[in-house]
C-alpha cells in the first residue's frame, strides 16, 4: 500500500517535472522557433482581441510583432501563408490620437519600417486604432484594424 502511493507521488513529480520542461525548452518559451538572423517568433492561431494577444505575448516574457524590416514583414507574410492565415495583430496602435501611430511600446510607428497596404490606415468605420499585417493578393502589409476583432497574432521574443 505505501509503496504505491510512494509510486504515485514519483509519477506526479515526474509530470511536473515534464510540464516544467516543456514550458522552457533550451531557455526558450514553448513554440518559438528562430528565424534566421531575424530572431525568435511564434505564431498563435488562436483568434483573440487586440488586448488580449498583446496581454499573451508579454505573459511569454515576449511582444506583440514589430516590423522592422522589409525581411522581418516578409518573414511575418510567409509565416502566415504557412498557417493559411490572412490577418495577424502587431504591436503598433493609433490609441491616443486618430492618425498618430506608435508601437505599443511608445516608440513612433516612424522608428520601424512601414509599408500599409494599399488604402491603409483608412481608420474604417472612424473606429480601427490597433495594428495589423494583412496579406493582400499574397503579399504582406501593415493594416489598420478594431482592436476589438479578434485575430491570430505573432509574438517576438525580447
Ligand atoms: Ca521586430
Ligand atoms: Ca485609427
Ligand atoms: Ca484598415
Known amino acids: ?11 506526479l513529480q515526474l509530470l511536473v517535472i515534464k510540464i516544467n520542461s516543456s514550458v522552457v525548452k533550451n531557455g526558450l518559451p514553448e513554440g518559438y522557433r528562430k528565424y534566421r ?5 511564434k505564431i498563435h492561431t488562436t483568434s483573440v482581441n487586440w488586448n488580449v494577444a498583446r496581454q499573451t505575448c508579454e505573459n511569454e516574457n515576449a511582444y506583440l510583432v ?6 522581418e ?14 490577418e495577424v495583430h502587431a504591436g503598433f496602435n493609433d490609441l491616443v490620437t486618430e492618425g498618430e501611430f506608435y ?19 483608412n481608420n474604417l468605420n472612424g473606429d480601427e486604432n490597433c495594428g495589423n499585417v494583412k496579406l493582400r493578393d499574397n503579399k504582406p502589409g501593415l493594416n489598420d484594424l478594431a482592436c476589438g476583432q479578434t485575430r491570430s497574432f505573432v509574438c517576438e521574443l525580447k
Open 103 to 121: 508601437t505599443t511600446y511608445g516608440q513612433p510607428l516612424s522608428s520601424t519600417y512601414i509599408q500599409w497596404n494599399d488604402g491603409e490606415p
Open 66 to 71: 514589430v516590423i522592422n524590416s522589409q525581411e
Open 73 to 86: 514583414l516578409e518573414l511575418i507574410g510567409y509565416m502566415m501563408q504557412s498557417q493559411n492565415i490572412e
Open 37 to 41: 538572423d531575424l530572431g525568435f517568433y
Open 1 to 11: 500500500m505505501n509503496m504505491n502511493v510512494g509510486l504515485v507521488v514519483l509519477c
